[in-house]
Every structure is written in C-alpha cells, then in structure tokens.
C-alpha cells in the first residue's frame, strides 16, 4: 500500500475547468462588455456549426439560441409553440423538476408517464394512451445522456399533430441512429449547469430547425425586445427599440460564453474521458448484484451520469459517504413531490416502474477529471457495499 494516490474524498461532481476557461472569461472581462454580446454570439455559432457537422447538415439550417438555463429554454419553448392555459404536456415522471415546471408557468397540466425499467427514458409505448384532445406536445427526457425512442415518438408526434420538445439537459453529445441530439425534434433545449457535461456555472441552449421558433425565441429571452440589447448599444445601431412580446430576462452574458467556448473545444475529449470512466464501471459490475446502466442498440450515450440499482440503495449512498465518495439520487419522481401531488392528483400507483427504478437507483461520481484509481475505488467500494 505505499506510495498510494490520495484516492479521497471523491465528490460527485466537478466540474473540469482549466487554463482554456480562465482566459476566455478573462478576455471577456478584459473587453469591457460583459453582459451578452459578441462572445454570445460567437458560442451559439460555434455550438450550432459543432451540431451541424455531427448531423452533416448546412449549418444555415440549424438554429441555437443561447439562455440563462435549460429551464428558460424549456420554457421559452412551450411559449414558441404557443402552449395555452388548460393544455397538457406529457412527459416522464421520472425526471428533474424543471421538466413538470414548466408546464406549469402556462396553467397547462404535465401528463406523467412511466418509464423504462433498463433505460430510465419515458415508455414511448405508454404515451398514445394519454394524449388528449387537449395534448399538445411531448418532452422526452433522454435520461443520463441515453437517446429515448425518438423513431417511435416522433412518428406518434406525427400523427396526433404534437410538437416534441427534448429535454436534452443530459446529452450533450449524443447519438440516436446515428443523429446528434439537436437536429431530431422540434426543439431541442440543452443544460450548461455546473454539473452537466458542458458547465457554464450557468446557462443554456435552445436549438432548432424552425427559423420561425428561434426567433421567437431570441426575442423572449430579453424583454420581447425586437433586437439584441448588443445591438442597440454598437455603433452601427440606435438607441430605438420596440417591445413586440411580453418576454423574460432569459439572456447569457459573454463570461458565460467564454466558458462555453472553451468547454465546446474540449467536448470530445471531455466525452470521451467519461466514457471510460463508464467502462470502467461496466467491468467491475459484469455478473454482479450490482445492475449497470443498460445502452440499447442505435444509440449513444455521453454517460452524464452513472446510474446503479441495488437492493441497498440508502445503506450503500451511508457507507460510501463514509468512504469518502460522494454519490447522488437522480430523480424523486415528479408524482411523489408534494406539491405536483397536491395541485394535480397524481397517484403513486400509476408509476410502478419509475418507483422501482427511483427506489434502487445511486449515481456514481464520474467527470473528466476523474482518475482510473479513483473510478476503481469507487467500484470495489461499492461491491463491497452492495447487496
Ligand atoms: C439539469 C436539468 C434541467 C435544468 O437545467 P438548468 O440549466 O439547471 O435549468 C432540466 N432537465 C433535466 C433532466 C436536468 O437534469
């Protein structure tokens, strides 16, 4: 045992910032602009054109839209589409609140659905039975990174006049039949939270083939001014400017694109360094009691997160804690949080297969930064743990 690596302790998360991110922040500051501005801009291209190439398609015919967080863009979304009081939205009940909340800004109703026992993304066989004359869209959540059945539930979308609206706060990037997430629904919203694969501090992107829906958007997230308040304050533009929606205070600010220029260099390598992290993870569980997450065929993950089951899930989240390894519970259903259950009537009957996966589930620390030392350690202390 001498000469060991200080393996611990072991956070669940951090976030892999470095040299790259310092000086794009820097040069933002250093410019003297600060709030969205050229760097904004810059990031959006870059995020589009990185989306276009992986999709090989004209990067003119795609559009981002860059936000404070996934929620904005989630919301902004449903307003494009033109969401109304009385609507409902079906999404998985097994998801982070954002996903039922905002819903909720419109008076609209979320529609829970169960999910998948391997995968954890919404049962796209259960959805038909709850659209209603009054559905209007779905948001599919692609749990952990892996894609849902977007085949299926595009197709459905289809011919019950739906818009598909991903939430895509986990997958960046990922493949589904070998089509990045972005280029595949109506809308697509990505998360650029502290803790996801792409870390702004803050921040989010909203992406789509609608040049109608992107402008709406662009116009929602600052006011419902008509142009960027960049534009007013250059040379080339004026001090005129007219309210044309009842908009929000939505917009990023180029400390935050700086960020994300520097992290959108490093995606792949970022990726890939997860990926093996995950692999690793997948040898030591083979044949054991201890259930992996399960990839299906024609699909990607970007293994945002490392989701377990076990029989022991609150002992084993005790004794890692004591190990020294932080880990974490993704999600409490949405029909189990009091007040979703008070306002809607959800009953925890209709979701046997979110309780069972929300029951056994820990998530593991993975992140780029993480070593294989330490992805070992966590995964003998686990079988260790486990029961
Ligand atoms: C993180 C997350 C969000 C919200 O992202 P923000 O950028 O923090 O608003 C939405 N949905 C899911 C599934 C998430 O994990």
Known sequence: MKNMPVLTPIPFHKASLGREELAEA???IKSGWITMGPKTVEFEGRLRDYLAARAG???KRLHAVSVNSATAALHLALKAIGLKRGDEVIIPTTTFIATAEVVTYFGAIPVLCDVEEDTHNIDASLIERRVTRRTKAIIPVHFAGQPCDMDEIMALARRRRLKVIEDAAHSLPSFYKGRPVGVIGDITCFSFYATKTLATGEGGMLVTASEAYARHARINRLHGISR????RYTLKGSWFYEVVDNGYKYNTTDINAGLGLAQLRRLDAMNEARLRIAARYDRAFAG???VGPVVRGGRETCAHLYVIKVGN????YDKLKADGIGTSVHFIPVHKHPYYRKAFG??????PVANRVFERSLS???????TNAQADF???RVLAHAR
């Open 346 to 351: 959800y009953r925890n009957a209709d979701y």
């Open 57 to 59: 398609t004209d990067p």
């Open 364 to 370: 593991l620390p993975i992140y780029p930064d993480m």
């Open 378 to 380: 966590v995964a003998a």
């Open 313 to 316: 899930r609150d002992a084993l």
């Open 26 to 28: 820097a040069a933002a």
């Open 288 to 290: 054991s009691a201890v």
């Open 228 to 231: 960027d308040a960049w534009d």
